[in-house]
């Protein structure tokens, strides 16, 4: 039998952005479940709609606009994991709002920005050239 292999560097970003993609999935599936389960009644579900999908919305845009631009001194793992963190928390806010109560348009809204977003920070060659390109400062 021959020892397991470890994932190459080439490897490791689709590794991490399929372990992202699948949460957003996760996320959605848990708010289906606990659905305003013993949600109390946390003051304005409606005004928590709005403001968490705003934030989310926030997120989702930042994860490809601000995040490669503030992490451009970093290494590519760093801006990579940065975006796919982004575009999760949009997903998040989503399950948020579930385990709140809150109606499922909100959270099919934040889940579809959130999954978007991370399709769009998939890892390409191209894109790791570009931030390599902005770290040299070119």
């Known amino acids: 039998m021959s020892a397991a292999q470890p994932p190459t560097n080439a490897q490791v970003p689709w590794i991490l952005w399929g372990a992202f993609l699948v949460s957003h999935g ?22 928590m709609s709005l403001v968490l999908t705003g934030a989310g919305a926030m997120t989702a845009v930042g994860s490809a606009v601000l995040a490669p631009g503030l992490t451009r001194r970093q290494p590519y793992f760093v801006s990579m994991i940065m975006r796919f963190a982004l575009a999760e928390s949009a997903a998040l806010f989503g399950l948020v709002l579930a385990m709140l109560g809150a109606e499922f348009h909100w959270v099919y809204t934040l889940a579809g920005l959130g999954a978007v977003a991370h399709l769009a920070a998939a890892p390409t060659q191209r894109e790791r050239e570009a931030h390599e390109k902005r770290r040299a400062g070119l």
Do not use: C, K, R
Not at 26 to 47: K, N, R, W, Y
């Open 26 to 47: 996760l996320f959605l599936l848990t708010g289906h479940i606990v659905h305003g389960q013993d949600s109390g009644q946390a003051g304005d579900i409606e005004m």
